[in-house]
């Protein structure tokens, strides 16, 4: 397999977690999102021009949660979708909140549409990303108090936390005040003393900047 990603990608993050998880291994192919190779010779491979894409023996995959949930499928213990239907569907619902509802606000592409086209300053687009987190960390919070333990469900890692660990570390990288979260930065804390997630981080990739 092959993971097209970029190191600060939240998306790219997210698969990279779930891979370790599953003790998989792919070979990461990186495609600068700041130097726009997103827009060259990545763009015939996959049309959106987005990562995190998989390049396995049948094809081209994307879509974050997709390639997620193929891996599920074919490597299904350890289990990021545990438990009763019941159960995994709430894992979904608070995955795609984080997925579907947060980080689109807030990528990259729409902060440089908020700066380049819209003629927001600095502290204009600081402002929307940290309104957009708290609305969505709020309502996180509230849920996680019903079923939270080491990690969001409970005592395991699930595909909640594969979505919520990289939006956290994006959320403290633009000093969004995140005081108002315990929960959240309590399982962020958690996550972070475990391998996998320490693999998967930002600052391990090839691609990351070499102090």
Not at 2 to 17: H, N
Not at 139 to 165: K, M, N, W
Request: glycine share 6%; aromatic share 10%.
């Amino acid at each position: 397999m092959k993971l097209y990603g970029y190191f600060r990608s939240s998306a790219a993050y997210r698969v990279r977690i779930a891979l370790n998880l599953k003790g998989l291994s792919a070979e990461q192919v990186p495609v600068s999102l700041i130097k726009g190779e997103q827009q060259g010779a990545y763009r015939e491979l996959n049309p959106q021009g987005l990562v995190p894409a998989l390049g396995t023996e049948q094809g081209l995959l994307t879509q974050s949660l997709a390639i997620i949930e193929y891996l599920e499928s074919l490597h299904p213990t350890p289990a990021l979708l545990p438990g009763d239907a019941w159960q995994q569907a709430q894992i979904r619902a608070f995955a795609l909140s984080l997925a579907c509802d947060v980080h689109p606000l807030n990528n990259l592409r729409v902060l440089k549409y908020l700066t380049d086209d819209l003629a927001l300053n600095e502290n204009q687009k600081n402002a929307w990303y940290a309104h957009w987190i708290q609305t969505g960390f709020t309502a996180l919070e509230t849920q996680l108090a019903e079923h939270a333990g080491d990690y969001c469900f409970g005592i395991r890692p699930s595909l909640a936390d594969v979505c919520l660990i990289p939006q956290v570390y994006n959320a403290k990288r633009f000093n969004v005040d995140l005081g108002a979260f315990p929960t959240i930065l309590r399982i962020y804390e958690h996550c972070n003393t475990q391998p996998a997630f320490q693999a998967a981080q930002p600052e391990q990739q090839p691609d990351a900047p070499q102090s």
